[in-house]
């Protein structure tokens, strides 16, 4: 549904997007997490044919966005940061507006009302836009992006400046829309990108820092594989036969949990625990809990958002 292969930015002398690629398929939810200045504003602005890009390619539903700009930003709808709203018109008169504005071809009145159903705004239609809370003024952003019934929709920090109840409500719509629409969001917090998105990039200083399966991304973290360990017997012993276990680059001692008992924190290159199995069922030392430990996503955007990662770069994501 989108492919982007190699984008390129640079504003003056600043480059915000270095080699940028992914693909969505249908259906998909994407989440461009980042802290603030990464070029997910930017990356956005190209796929939706606001911006030029230096280099690169962007295939919205089988149309170039360069080269057909039209007919690519047929397939989208948008919801740019802030949202374009005319403050001084009503809902209905706004919607109509941009209805026309899109030269869409569908019955006007009925269409307007599906969307407004579907955001949930029928009960402010005649309302003017200033008058309404923040919320409801994000769910009219919303509404506008919806008209036309695009395949493909991209909205920019989507919760920011909303309030808690506001950001359930709207992290519940947008998931909802998941369902008949292929979705990009972009948002500088992961618990929001966790709750809403099936897939994720994280993006910093203009290039993918890591990107995969949100359910994948938080259940195995990179490619570290730790394993947590209560085994039964001597510490050091059992300390060092762990160390010489093939595979294991690491091990933590983290005290003795119940009489006689240890705690161990085992890193390896790859998958050990039947090796650490076998290696101790030979001997008298029992294992007792044997456990693989997450790396949690959060550890890997705090290292980004902190500065520690960011010189990795998985250009092209699988996703
Ligand atoms: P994000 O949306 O992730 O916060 P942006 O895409 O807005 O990030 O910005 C990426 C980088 O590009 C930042 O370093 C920002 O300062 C820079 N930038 C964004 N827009 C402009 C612009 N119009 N002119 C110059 N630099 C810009
Ligand atoms: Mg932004």
Known sequence: MIKVKNLTKTYVKNKALDDISFS???????????PNGAGKSTTMNI?????????????I???????DPAG?????????EIPPLYNDMTVEGYLEFMFKLKKIKLPMKEHISAVCDTVRITDVKGRIIKHLSKGYRQRVGLAQALLGDPPVLILDEPTVGLDPQQIIEIRKLIRSLGKKHTVILSSHLLSEVQAVC???III???????SGLTDQLTSTGKS?????????GRMPSVYSMLKRIDGITNVSERGECEKGCYSYIAESSKDVRRLIFRTFAKTDY????????????EDIYLDIISGKSEGENNNVSDI
């Open 198 to 200: 099936d897939k994720i």
């Open 286 to 297: 029992n294992i007792l809990l044997m456990k693989p430990v997450s790396v949690s996503l």
């Open 47 to 59: 796929l939706t044919g606001y911006l030029s890009a230096d280099s690169g390619t962007v295939e």
């Open 61 to 67: 539903d089988g149309r170039d966005i360069f080269e």
């Open 204 to 210: 910093n200083k203009g290039r993918i820092i890591t």
């Open 24 to 34: 969505l398929n249908e259906g998909d939810i994407l989440g461009f997490l980042g």
């Open 224 to 232: 570290t594989n730790r394993i947590e360990l209560v085994i039964e």
């Open 72 to 80: 690519a930003k047929k397939k989208i709808g948008y919801l740019p």
